[in-house]
């Protein structure tokens, strides 16, 4: 038996447009979320994400735990600040850096149940 179309259990074509203009967000909400994908889509990025969902870092510790130069580690920092999935606060010379907020732990959670599934 094939797919069945959701025209053709709903009938009217006019109840299909109103279902997926209530339910489906408009084309500014999709890039924004396909934007937020992006950022998920760099190993580096993953990896300072998990790292930061563990324990607010430096980025002299960031760059040990990943094995990478700084230039490179702040790069990647900027990224993340400017997509609002991490945070940073300064005591005396050091920044250190955190997730944004539980969202950005739950998304990695989620991502890695899917992963382990």
Same mark, same amino acid.
């Given at each position: 038996?094939?797919?069945?179309? *959701?025209?053709?259990?709903?009938?009217?074509?006019?109840? &299909?447009?109103?279902?997926?203009? @209530?339910?489906?967000?408009? =084309?500014?909400? *999709? @890039? =924004?979320?396909?934007?937020?994908?992006?950022?998920? $889509? =760099?190993?580096?990025? !993953?990896? *300072?994400?998990?790292?930061?969902?563990? $324990?607010?870092?430096? &980025?002299?510790?960031?760059?040990? $735990?990943?094995?990478?130069?700084?230039? $490179? &580690?702040?790069?990647?920092?900027? &990224?993340?600040?400017?997509?609002?999935?991490?945070?940073?606060?300064? +005591?005396?010379?050091?920044?250190?850096?955190?997730?944004?907020?539980?969202?950005?732990?739950? *998304?990695?959670?989620?991502?890695? =149940?899917? !992963?382990? +599934?």
């Amino acid at each position: 038996m094939g797919k069945r179309h *959701i025209c053709c259990e709903l009938g009217e074509h006019e109840t &299909v447009a109103e279902l997926f203009h @209530e339910t489906v967000p408009d =084309d500014e909400k *999709i @890039e =924004d979320l396909a934007n937020l994908f992006k950022m998920f $889509a =760099d190993l580096t990025r !993953v990896k *300072i994400l998990f790292h930061l969902s563990v $324990a607010e870092m430096c &980025v002299c510790h960031l760059t040990e $735990a990943l094995g990478m130069n700084q230039p $490179a &580690v702040s790069n990647q920092l900027k &990224v993340l600040k400017e997509a609002n999935l991490i945070k940073s606060r300064k +005591e005396g010379k050091n920044v250190y850096y955190s997730l944004a907020d539980d969202h950005v732990r739950t *998304i990695l959670r989620q991502g890695m =149940d899917h !992963v382990n +599934e």
